[in-house]
T-cell receptor, first 114, second 106 residues
Framework: EPEVTQTPSHQVTQMGQEVILRCVPI?????FYWYRQILGQKVEFLVS????????KSEIFDDQFSVERPDGSNFTLKIRSTKLEDSAMYFC????????????FGPGTRLTVL | KNEVEQSPQNLTAQEGEFITINCSYS?????LHWLQQHPGGGIVSLFM???GKKKHGRLIATINIQEKHSSLHITASHPRDSAVYIC????????FGKGTKLSVIP
């Protein structure tokens, strides 16, 4: 069964550093999403990506964040200057329109900002 | 903006018990998802519903569009069912509830 993969599984960084979180979505999916979950809180939408550009973003997704699909397979989330409050689990996901938009989630990257 | 409420927040059950988790939302939707989050953090899709009822093994999900309410039932619960169960609404990007933490005791 096809799956979404994410790397790294855990990233520890110093405040102010840049991090890049990577996702390899299922190849024939068209929409891609980044969500985050701060420890003990609910999952929140960050950004959606379609046809190689951002289609929608939340108020959380400020100028410190960016997304790219650099090579047609990887899907990246970059945080330019990390803050303590960026510590969270970050999930990549995509819906499968062929199964009426069942969501496929990656295993997540746990980001810890010190 | 859709508000998604789940109840209960925490649930402890004895193995074999029938379990119900409830979800209500504030704005009409085209789809509702039930997700399972394991202790390690990974999220797995259990069901996607737009109407009626779906069954998969010991799991049953129902939705009442008019009442903006959905339920997830687990029959003959087992310790391996222990996880956080999350209700989310939306066709593409999702709006999530806070989750229900289920612990099933042998």
């Amino acid at each position: 069964e096809p799956e979404v993969t994410q790397t790294p599984s855990h990233q520890v960084t110093q405040m102010g550093q840049e991090v890049i979180l990577r996702c390899v979505p299922i190849s024939n999916h068209l929409y891609f999403y980044w969500y985050r979950q701060i420890l003990g809180q609910k999952v929140e939408f960050l950004v959606s990506f379609y046809n190689n550009e951002i289609s929608e973003k939340s108020e959380i997704f400020d100028d410190q964040f960016s997304v790219e699909r650099p090579d047609g397979s990887n899907f990246t989330l970059k945080i330019r200057s990390t803050k303590l409050e960026d510590s969270a689990m970050y999930f990549c996901a995509s819906p499968d329109y062929r199964t009426y938009n069942e969501q496929f989630f990656g295993p997540g990257t746990r980001l810890t900002v010190l | 903006k859709n508000e998604v409420e789940q109840s209960p927040q925490n649930l402890t059950a004895q193995e074999g018990e029938f379990i119900t988790i409830n979800c209500s939302y504030s704005v009409g939707i085209s789809a509702l998802h039930w997700l399972q989050q394991h202790p390690g953090g990974g999220i797995v899709s259990l069901f996607m519903l737009s109407s009626g009822k779906k069954k998969h093994g010991r799991l049953i999900a129902t939705i009442n569009i008019q009442e903006k309410h959905s339920s997830l039932h687990i029959t003959a619960s087992h310790p391996r069912d222990s996880a956080v169960y999350i209700c989310a609404v939306g066709s593409y990007q999702l709006t999530f509830g806070k989750g229900t933490k289920l612990s099933v005791i042998p």
